[in-house]
């Protein structure tokens, strides 16, 4: 099968599956299975594929039909500039996340030396982030799967940034130190239950669940991590968190003690990061 005839029938078979952008995954799919850019796919409309290629290919083609994520396929996902390992047992980075550390970055600058904890590490996309952009700072990854730190470690290494984060296995700050960090940065679950039907056939089948639903209203995970931030924060310290418009005003409510309360909306205009000062 030529390349052309094997990205043709591939556009079909996905638009046939209603997959979104069936071009771009049919492409993105192919540039996996034969590890080329996308340039090449159009230099080389002629190239013979072989039987192996084609076996991949359809293998590929077959599990993104039945609504597996594209990114749980290649095994990557780009955040912040950086190319990271992902698979069914971490959240895939979204665009949005990437507001967090706008978020932590310049009130991070203000000072120095930074210690900072990234609560849920999952792939490990936000304390990555962090350490690649604040060198001096001292990062501590948390996760309570141990799945999830297997693969935040893996591209921790990847990065040359495994000597700048300590992970820990536990659930949201239980076990770090008390009253140390300078920020408490976390995209917690935050999806309610009760808000199933309105959450992507794809993740609500693929992605880890108890990264996706806190709990019947969305905001069990929050509600403990807002007063365990508060005790491991230093006076002054921020907490940093992801939310959605569906829990903006219960954040803001949880939040009411503390100081300089922010909420960020993304470029959507929709509430997306709640920031807020310890006294």
Known sequence: MLLRDALAFAVSRLATAQVPSPR???????????????AYLHAHPERELTTEEIHLYQQALSERSSGMPAQYITKHQEFWGMDLLVGPAVLIPRPE??????TVLPLARAGSNSRIADVGTG???????????????EIHA????????????????RHQLERRIHFHQTDLLHGLDAAGFDFVVSNPPYVGEHEQDEVQLEV?????????????????????????????????GWLVI???????????????????VQIIADLQGLPRVAAARKP
Do not use: M
Not at 97 to 102: A, F, M, P
Not at 123 to 137: F, Q, R, T, V, W
């Open 24 to 38: 771009l995954n049919a492409e993105l799919l192919l540039r996996f299975t034969l590890s080329c850019d996308r």
């Open 97 to 102: 996340t990437e507001h967090l550390i706008e």
């Open 123 to 137: 792939s490990g996309c936000i304390a990555l982030a962090l350490a690649s952009e604040l060198p001096s700072a």
């Open 142 to 157: 948390t996760d309570i799967s141990a799945e999830a730190l297997e693969i935040a470690r893996a591209n921790a290494a």
């Open 204 to 236: 609500r089948k693929f992605e880890p669940r108890h990264a996706v639903f806190a709990g019947p209203t969305g905001l069990e995970v929050i509600e403990r991590l807002i007063p365990e931030a508060q005790v491991a924060l230093k006076p002054g």
């Open 242 to 260: 992801e939310i959605s418009g569906t829990i903006v005003a219960q954040v803001r409510r949880l939040l009411g003690g503390w100081d300089e």
